[in-house]
């Protein structure tokens, strides 16, 4: 079916369901009022429960346990770890489903205290946004559902997903959109992630990461003073990597982030790693600065060999990426993101259209329609230990109402007509 075909028919479908739809979110927003002290007190169990990066399998057993408390059916995990569970609609099995989906794992490594502190409306504790509010809301939303009984027309597909988080690569979602059961199911993809409400993430920031180990004979400082050094060749590489020009619109970035190795402070090293980010929304922007970055190691390489001796031996650079996220976009104009703008607005928030970096890449480069929002009351200081989110009852519920009723509107709106 042609786009603008497709637009008008599921404009169509939700004016149509608008009524029952609103009665829904009515009802639904009530259960959720009522459910206030629970969902906070799930959220602090959650946050207390480690999930460092690859070690997210307890938390991911406490919500494949509760999904199935739930009445979710087909409730799995999957064989990277990810939690899934459905919630049937009306039509036919098998056909077209709606992901919502939120992050089981934190930046912060193993041994990280997690404990979650109270200090009125705010809770404190590494985590606790980013993503540990959007899990609770996850498992708020299915019991609102339940308790009022609100139907959707497309099945509904709850994950937690593995490996969101740096380290991770997104490696979660990229097997749920390629190795998955469901894979060929899913028709919208909505990334619950942090605490911002009005949040709507449309424009998928790239990501490409390198590891680039410099080798060299390595010796001692005095003794083996002029010959070459693996240490002087990734200097001049981070050099010549911030004389490049990046467009400024779509922004684009680099970051020479960690430098490690060495030997002794009397010893000329044989071997250094640097690690760089480089990012950009779009992907011929992207792949134009990695395969300059990837010029410019060799450029310093060179260099390093002619400016000293290598009598004993060269210096040599061993490239590894260790991260690779597509970047991708979802129109502005596509029904997903206006649904969701209507519908935030309808709530009381101003939207902006935003880019980031999140569990939405992976569908938006395959040209499957997704959003990322935030949840609950606010928050701040994402990914360091004072992390907080809000939870004053009324933002808090508020948050969560608007999530869920964007939730019953996109899987009511005609997805067959894809």
């Known amino acids: 079916m042609a786009f603008r075909t497709f637009i008008a028919a599921l404009a169509l479908s939700a004016s149509v369901a608008a009524p029952a739809l609103a009665q829904d979110a009515t009802a639904?927003?009530?259960?959720?009022?009522?459910?206030?002290?629970?969902?906070?007190?799930?959220?602090?169990?959650?946050?207390?429960?480690?999930?460092?990066?690859?070690?997210?399998q307890a938390r991911g057993a406490y919500l494949a346990q509760?999904?199935?408390?739930?009445?979710?059916?087909?409730v799995a995990t999957d064989a990277v770890g990810n939690v899934t569970g459905v919630r049937r609609g009306t039509v036919a099995v098998g056909g077209p489903l709606v992901v919502i989906s939120a992050h089981l794992d934190t930046v912060f490594p193993a041994g990280t205290d997690v404990t979650v502190r109270r200090e009125g409306n705010t809770l404190n504790a590494p985590g606790v946004g980013d993503d540990t509010v959007g899990l609770a809301g996850l498992l708020a939303w299915v019991r609102a559902l339940n308790a009022s009984k609100t139907t959707t027309k497309h099945d509904v597909l709850f994950v937690a997903t593995v490996g969101e988080e740096g380290p991770g690569d997104l490696r979660g979602v990229r097997h749920l959109f390629t190795q998955n059961a469901y894979k060929d199911r899913i028709a919208a993809f909505?990334?619950?992630?942090g605490s911002d409400p009005s949040r709507i993430v449309n424009q998928a920031v790239g990501s490409k990461r390198y590891n680039i180990a410099f080798t060299g004979p390595g010796g001692h400082s005095y003794g083996a003073?002029?010959?070459?050094?693996?240490?002087?060749?990734?200097?001049?590489?981070?050099?010549?990597?911030?004389?490049?020009?990046?467009?400024?619109?779509?922004?684009?970035?680099?970051a020479a982030s960690v430098v490690s190795g060495g030997t002794s402070v009397n010893s000329i090293p044989d071997r250094i790693e640097l690690q760089v980010d480089m990012r950009s929304p779009d992907p011929?922007?992207?792949?134009?600065?990695?395969?300059?970055?990837?010029?410019?190691?060799?450029?310093?390489?060179?260099?390093?060999?002619?400016?000293?001796?290598?009598?004993?031996?060269?210096?040599?650079?061993?490239k590894t990426r260790i991260g690779d996220r597509p970047a991708g976009a979802t129109a502005d104009t596509h029904p997903l993101v206006v649904t969701s703008q209507r519908v935030l607005a309808d709530h009381g928030y101003q939207?902006?259209?935003?880019?980031?970096?999140?569990?939405?890449?992976?569908?938006?480069?395959?040209?499957?329609?997704?959003?990322?929002?935030?949840?609950?009351?606010?928050?701040?200081?994402?990914?360091?230990?004072?992390?907080?989110?809000?939870?004053?009852?009324?933002?808090?519920?508020?948050?969560?109402?608007?999530?869920?009723?964007?939730?019953?509107?996109?899987?009511?709106?005609?997805?067959?007509?894809?």
């Open 284 to 318: 011929v922007a992207l792949d134009r600065l990695e395969k300059r970055f990837l010029a410019i190691v060799d450029e310093a390489v060179v260099a390093e060999n002619y400016a000293r001796s290598t009598n004993v031996g060269e210096v040599g650079a061993e």
């Open 351 to 418: 939207t902006q259209l935003q880019a980031s970096s999140t569990d939405s890449n992976i569908p938006m480069s395959l040209g499957i329609p997704a959003i990322t929002i935030g949840s609950g009351g606010g928050g701040g200081r994402a990914h360091s230990v004072d992390e907080y989110v809000n939870i004053e009852r009324n933002a808090f519920i508020g948050g969560l109402s608007s999530g869920l009723a964007l939730l019953v509107a996109v899987a009511n709106l005609d997805w067959s007509a894809k």
């Open 28 to 56: 639904a927003k009530t259960a959720l009022a009522g459910d206030y002290d629970r969902i906070v007190k799930e959220l602090i169990t959650i946050t207390e429960i480690p999930a460092p990066p690859f070690g997210e």
């Open 225 to 254: 003073f002029g010959i070459v050094n693996p240490m002087a060749a990734m200097a001049d590489a981070v050099k010549r990597l911030y004389e490049t020009d990046v467009p400024a619109s779509p922004r684009t970035s680099f």
């Open 66 to 74: 509760q999904f199935k408390a739930l009445g979710l059916t087909e």
């Open 190 to 193: 909505i990334s619950v992630d």
